[in-house]
């Protein structure tokens, strides 16, 4: 297994400047960039000045604090915008979640415009961090898995392909796809062909294309895609209840959170389940070359990713980028913004906890990466909150040794699927899927 790192880049913290006194659109005279200290040592987050010779000065104070309940502070320290600071935060000399929060001072009151967190491990690397020691399958995960897989083999997939005439590009056509999946939901696709090929008509015998499945983030669903340019077939999925598909199905806002103590009914069980028919679809037609299939997707659809190569060993390429649903027990604590601050309370509740962990334990993305034979790509940005970088690291280190893959981490990139990631993934395609 190997892991890139770039070069660092610096990130910019943009404010609303008419709160601030800035004027709008201005930016806070500082940049921030944090450190998680993957390959070992203390967290840090550094301050830069970013004009030089301000008008005015402005005071920022940083809080370094234990993850807890309540929080330990650890260190306090004021700075004006003019200063370059290097803050390390304090450990208290054993394993730790440690944060730290950026507060800017108007008037009297300070208000926050920055925070983070990582894992620290006193004497040894995060990188080869494998996650909390009670990450664990439930005692049945394979069992379960293999029983939900064949219900939905049991399932017939009915696709039905119209063209999308108003859609089409210099070098492709667009059809919607709807398919059957778990349950008889049905889903929705938007597949983007080459020019010169009819799903409606296939003609037998002619060159089959690669063919890249991608699957959505949080709360939306998945738009056409066309990489026809570059000779790919893409598959742009939306799960049950997202996008186009909800029009088949709905599903409730915060969907992440019903039936976490119902695993038959939660809902990464399904979507998982409804990216493995994507799969079946694409290795059903003529014009796909069912040797070179990949599957993308960024934060929720990279959670899919992994959890899709996990289920289905028919994929010839993988790209998991800033990963969401791994290594639950940590992320809690870790996590800042999206949805693991909501999945706390549940996983804390006397009542439901023990089961909700139970639940959570077949979609962490930490445990089916134990399964996943496919050649994959993780990807992380070192400034992420939502889906911080701890994620891919650890469902990374639990690949099996014989699984060709690479860690690619982005020092600049907060939560989005960055340039650098990008270029990553195109690189991963040529060398997997081969040139077109």
């Known amino acids: 297994m190997k892991y890139l790192k770039v070069q660092f880049l610096f990130v910019w913290i943009i404010l609303a400047g008419m709160s601030l006194g800035w004027g709008a659109g201005s930016h806070l005279p500082v940049r921030f960039l944090f450190e998680p200290a993957l390959m070992g040592g203390s967290p840090s987050l550094k301050i830069i000045p970013t004009i030089e010779n301000p008008d005015t000065t402005l005071t920022f104070k940083l809080t370094a604090y234990a993850v807890e309940t309540p929080y330990s502070i650890l260190s306090v320290m004021e700075i004006n915008s003019k200063e370059t600071v290097d803050f390390i935060l304090p450990d208290?000399?054993?394993?730790?979640?440690?944060?730290?929060?950026?507060?800017?001072q108007k008037e009297s009151e300070f208000s926050k415009v920055a925070e983070f967190r990582a894992l620290y491990l006193p004497g040894e690397k995060p990188i080869d961090y494998k996650g909390n020691a009670r990450l664990k399958k439930p005692?049945?995960?394979?069992?379960?898995?293999?029983r939900k897989l064949e219900e939905l083999r049991q399932i017939p997939m009915n696709p039905s392909i119209t063209l999308v005439d108003d859609q089409k590009s210099s070098t492709g056509d667009l059809y919607k796809v709807t398919l059957n999946s778990y349950q008889n939901v049905t889903i929705v696709g938007w597949?983007?062909?080459?020019?010169?090929?009819?799903?409606l008509n296939p003609?037998?015998?002619?060159?089959?294309?690669?063919?890249?499945?991608?699957?959505p983030g949080y709360g939306s669903g998945m738009s056409p895609v066309d990489r026809t340019a570059q000779g790919y077939i893409t598959l742009g999925l939306s799960p049950r209840g997202l996008g186009v598909s909800s029009t088949y199905y709905k599903i409730p806002g915060g969907y992440h959170l019903p039936n976490l103590d119902d695993p038959d009914n939660y809902?990464?069980?399904?979507?998982?389940?409804?990216?493995?028919?994507?799969?079946d679809f694409l290795f059903s037609r003529p014009e796909v070359d069912c040797l070179r299939i990949a599957a993308e997707g960024g934060s929720q659809g990279g959670a899919l990713t992994l959890g899709l190569a996990g289920l289905d060993k028919r994929l010839a390429a993988a790209c998991a980028n800033v990963p969401a649903l791994s290594n639950f027990r940590d992320i809690i604590n870790i996590s800042l913004a999206g949805t693991a601050v909501t999945w706390k309370p549940?996983?804390?509740?006397?009542?439901?906890?023990?089961?909700?962990?139970?639940?959570?334990?077949?979609?962490?993305v930490a445990n089916l990466a134990t399964r996943i034979e496919?050649?994959?790509?993780?990807?992380?940005?070192?400034?992420?909150?939502?889906?911080?970088a701890l994620n891919g690291v650890v469902a990374h280190n639990r690949l099996p040794q014989s699984t060709p893959s690479r860690l690619v981490m982005d020092p600049d990139a907060?939560?989005?699927?960055?340039?650098?990631?990008?270029?990553?993934?195109n690189q991963w395609y040529q060398k997997w899927l081969g040139e077109n």
């Open 92 to 104: 208290r000399g054993k394993k730790d979640f440690l944060g730290v929060k950026a507060e800017l």
């Open 139 to 146: 005692a049945d995960f394979d069992r379960f898995w293999a």
């Open 191 to 199: 597949y983007y062909v080459p020019k010169g090929v009819d799903p």
């Open 203 to 215: 003609v037998k015998g002619k060159k089959p294309y690669p063919a890249i499945q991608i699957m």
């Open 267 to 279: 809902y990464y069980v399904q979507a998982y389940l409804d990216c493995v028919r994507g799969i």
């Open 346 to 364: 549940k996983m804390e509740d006397p009542k439901i906890g023990k089961k909700v962990y139970q639940t959570l334990g077949y979609v962490d």
């Open 374 to 388: 496919t050649p994959i790509m993780i990807c992380v940005g070192l400034q992420d909150i939502v889906c911080p």
């Open 414 to 425: 907060p939560h989005t699927v960055s340039k650098l990631m990008r270029q990553a993934n």
